[in-house]
C-alpha cells in the first residue's frame, strides 16, 4: 500500500465534478463515470490520452506516492495527517490556467503563489519520517538519468525529485499528448474547463489519497479542511 498528500477540492465541488467527468474517474467513489458526448476528440484518443491521470486521481500533488517507513502505521499518518490539516490556514490562488509542461496539460496557478510554496514544503518535511527508503525500481521509474543534478539529490533525499525549488504545483488533465494533437488537445480543454481558466481557485482542503497496491487506482481516503481537523471527511 502507498499513501500520498495531495490537493484535492472537496468532492461535490464544481471543478472536481468537472474533471472527474473528463478523467472518466471519480477518486472519491472510485467508479468509473461516463465520458461527455461533445468532446472535440475521439473518445478511444480521449480514454487513452487520460489513462494516467485517470489512475491517479485529480489531484495536485504535495507530497508524492510512499510506502510506509517501518515501524510505522497507518493510524499514526492518519493522526499526523489531521494535525497537519488543522495547523495550517486556507488561502486562494488568485487565477489559474490551462498550461503545458512538456508533453503534458494540466492546470497551474498563473503566479508563483508564497502560501502555496509553503504549504507544499511543509507536506514533505512533515510527512519525511513516514516514507520507507526508495527501492531501486522506484529510482529507475523516476529515470534519474533524464534529471538535473539537484533533481537526483532530491529524489534520494526525499523520494520525490521535484521539490522545494523544483516544485512546480500542477493538477493535470492528460498523460503524454503526441505533438500533432497538441492544438486540438489544448482547445478540446479550454472548452471542457473554460469556467475555472482565468478563475482564482480556493485551497481549503487537503486530501490524504491511497494506493491499495502497485498499479491500483488511487482513491480519496480522507479529505480535511484546512485550519480545523473536527470537521474530517471520510471519502
Known sequence: MRYAIYFAPPADCRLS?????????DAFGGGA??????????RERQIALTAEPRRYGFHGTLKAP????????????????DEFAAEIEPFELPEIALHQIGPFFALVPSKPSAPLQSLA???????????APLSEADVARRNPERLTQRQREYLMAWGY???????QFHLTLTGPVPEEMRDIMRGTLEAAFHMFIGQPLSVATVALFVETQRGAPFTVHSLLPLG????????
Do not use: C, H, M
Not at 465534478?17 to 474517474?25: E, Q, V
Not at 463515470?33 to 475521439?42: H, S, V, Y
Not at 514544503?121 to 516514507?131: D, H, L, S, T
Open 17 to 25: 465534478l468537472t474533471a472527474a467527468r473528463w478523467l472518466g474517474r
Open 33 to 42: 463515470l461516463a465520458w461527455p458526448e461533445d468532446l472535440g476528440i475521439e
Open 66 to 81: 510512499f510506502a510506509l517507513a517501518p515501524g510505522r502505521s497507518e493510524a499514526e499518518l492518519i493522526a499526523a495527517f
Open 121 to 131: 514544503e511543509q507536506a514533505v518535511r512533515r510527512f519525511e519520517p513516514f516514507r
Open 161 to 167: 525529485p521535484y521539490v522545494f525549488e523544483e516544485f
Open 228 to 235: 480545523s481537523a473536527s470537521a474530517r471527511k471520510i471519502a
